[in-house]
């Protein structure tokens, strides 16, 4: 397994071709190797698995390093280089300044932007629930991370609009959801401290989670 390349490692964790006793060392070895260089190596067919795949590995933190990372070849790259959307190559606009070839250089292109799924899912923390397709049931998880104090997203189903809207202020965590009629969701918080809803304290179910109907919900709690 050493020696592998990233895309190596995120395709066949997220596609469950190891071995159950393999997952760990390969989630290792991936990590290790995005620290170690100091940015992501994929290409278009890894690029939308990689944090998902640092995500669900534990490897949360190495996620968020790398959507933090400013330097080529990475997200913000584009953003400081002007990018108001996502480009078909890290270096569609160079250091030196101008554009790469425009023949070969989609602007908005849908393979990098594969990150957008990751960071509605973990960084607002919406997401499907695969048993109940097109939102009829979803789940509101957000993750905190990479430094992050806020966080928010909206997500427009056949059912309505679904939202997510969440700050930390020292220990203080504020979660405002939005469940759409004729829908329910759980909410998974980041933080167990004396959890209260709308000002009431609030009762988990037996994973942890609140099941909610459709209506406004306002959740605090305490981080550590």
């Not at 030196?96 to 990751?118: I, K, L």
């Not at 998880?141 to 806020?150: D, E, F, V």
């Amino acid at each position: 397994m050493p020696g592998g390349k990233q895309t190596s490692y995120t395709l066949a964790l997220r596609f469950e071709l190891l071995p159950l006793n393999l997952r760990a060392a390969a989630a290792k070895l991936l990590a290790d190797d995005v620290v170690k260089r100091g940015h992501l190596s994929t290409g278009f067919i890894g690029v939308a698995h990689l944090l998902p795949a640092l995500t669900s590995e534990g490897r949360l933190d190495v996620a968020y390093q790398l959507l933090n990372t400013d330097t080529y070849p990475s997200w913000l790259y584009e953003i400081k280089r002007g990018a108001t959307t996502i480009w078909e190559r890290w270096d569609g606009i160079t250091v030196a300044g101008g554009f790469q070839d425009p023949a070969m250089n989609s602007f908005n292109h849908y393979s990098f932007g594969a990150v957008g799924e990751w960071m509605y899912a973990t960084i607002a923390g919406i997401a499907l629930d695969e048993s109940k397709p097109a939102f009829k049931h979803f789940v509101i998880a957000p993750r905190p991370g990479g430094g992050l104090t806020s966080g928010r997203g909206a997500l427009l189903s056949s059912y309505g609009r679904i939202s997510s809207d969440w700050t930390l202020a020292g220990k203080a965590f504020t979660l405002t959801v939005t469940v759409p009629v004729n829908t329910t969701a759980n909410v998974a918080l980041p933080y167990a401290g004396n959890v209260r809803r709308d000002g009431a304290a609030a009762t988990a179910e037996a994973d942890g989670s609140y099941l909610l109907g459709s209506g406004t919900y306002v959740f605090t709690a305490d981080a550590p």
